[in-house]
């Protein structure tokens, strides 16, 4: 995922591996959810490689950037739990691998997500 999203690549990044990354997130084992991210009338391929550039590479803190993609920089059946997924993918480093799920779970342990 790293090397398929760097800032070099992710300018040439195709359909096919838009469609590899996203069968690397669990948000997106729903198999219908998965169909309409990758149906090219939901999303070309031009606004997912703008809206992820713009997430993992992009200026402002890592909430900001969640926050526009989900907002004006939003990608059909592409939600906030997809987002933290992908960051937390290319960022293991700094970024928790977590999602809405994730975070109720935290929650009702008694841990603030």
């Not at 490689?49 to 200026?59: A, F």
């Amino acid at each position: 995922m790293q090397r398929l999203l760097s800032s070099e690549s992710i300018k040439n990044l195709s359909r096919e591996g838009v469609a590899e990354i996203a069968g690397c997130i669990n948000a997106m084992n729903n198999r219908l959810n998965k169909f309409k991210f990758l149906n090219p009338q939901n999303n070309s391929v031009i606004s997912i490689r703008k809206s992820w550039n713009h997430l993992l590479h992009g200026e402002g803190t890592e909430g900001m950037r969640i926050s526009q993609c989900n907002s004006e920089l939003k990608l059909y059946s592409f939600g906030t739990s997809s987002i933290q997924e992908l960051l937390g993918w290319y960022y293991p480093e700094k970024c928790p691998l977590m999602n809405g799920n994730s975070a109720a779970g935290m929650l009702f342990l008694g841990y603030k997500a």
